[in-house]
């Protein structure tokens, strides 16, 4: 039998392991049972949401909640069933007490305040004496701002997981409309570097309930990835897909993959290790505020990669607001203190003579 088989080659894995055939559960290992007490009463989509479940892919890698445990797994096809594999989890994030990180965010964008203030003063005056040497120190300190300003925002993104209210302040608005516009805007930032980025979308629009800044930002991470896995040009598309209950956002590059190696890592903070000299990636929070973003909403995010043949990487977003999730209007958003998102975003793919000046202004 099947289960047999089964059973014989994960029975003695440490981690979950479950095995999917349409909406049943034909197998799962004693480390799944122990992870899911109730597993006897559940289906899968009691479990995952049907995006996932219904996703035509060989193998993806995401991340979502599973019984209150931020969870990290790998999907396969095998003897014509799915197999889920559960890499990691962590317990229910709100026990954790860390309201020195979101004290430590508000104190930087308040130096970074200070500091944009004195630079907006200062730099013009160092760009107009001609020098060009003076005129890209100051572009790197302006490019330098805006990374700043990026990872604070993320460090409190990523804070407010641990809190107990999310910050979110959903609306309704036209998701097409929205992510049409932001890719415009940010080809145009990267016109000059060889890199078409383009959008597609089978509906004209699409109404959705969300943080739209949030949605935003998420975006943006994910456009960002992209750029970071291009070298010498490529292609970066953006597509929005509706499901019968929610919709796919979806980043595709031509990029060089992911390595198998960083593919377990690939939400974790810190991991991505680049020498300083590096003008390009980030502090390694990309992925992780994509992910945190989407399951604010309720939903989920996965990606498929093949060294050499490019990353896809998909956020689910339900299209109903799901009552559950306590919305506060309360709580600040995605700031950029009236400085362009696009730059805030992308500031750690774009050039040093993208933060000139006369470019900026």
Sequence with gaps: MIT?????LFGLYSEPVLAISGNE?????????????????LRPNDIFPAVILDLDSDSFIGELDVAGKRSTFSAARFEGCRIFSVLSSAESVEKIDITAFSALSLEMKNYLAVLRLAA???LPYVENTGDEQLGMHAAMINRSYFNILRLTSNIELLSAELNAVPPLRRRHFDLADTV?????ACSHLIEDDSVNLSFSSAEEKVPISADKDRIEQMLLNMISNSLINLED???VTVSIELTKESVLITVRDSGNGISDEAKANVWSRYEAKRPLTDTKGGAGFGMAVISQIARLHGGSVFFESRKGEGTTIAASIPLDKDDSIHVSDNIGVYQSRG???FLVGLSTVLGYDKFKQKYMD
Excluded at 4 to 8: H, S, V, Y
């Design 4 to 8: 047999d088989k089964f059973d014989a």
């Design 25 to 41: 559960f034909i197998y799962y290992n004693n480390a799944a049972r122990k992870f899911l007490p109730d597993i006897d009463q």
């Design 120 to 122: 907006n003063t200062v």
């Design 180 to 184: 049409r516009r932001l890719v415009d």
């Design 233 to 235: 040009g490529g292609t």
């Design 339 to 341: 400085i362009s998102p």
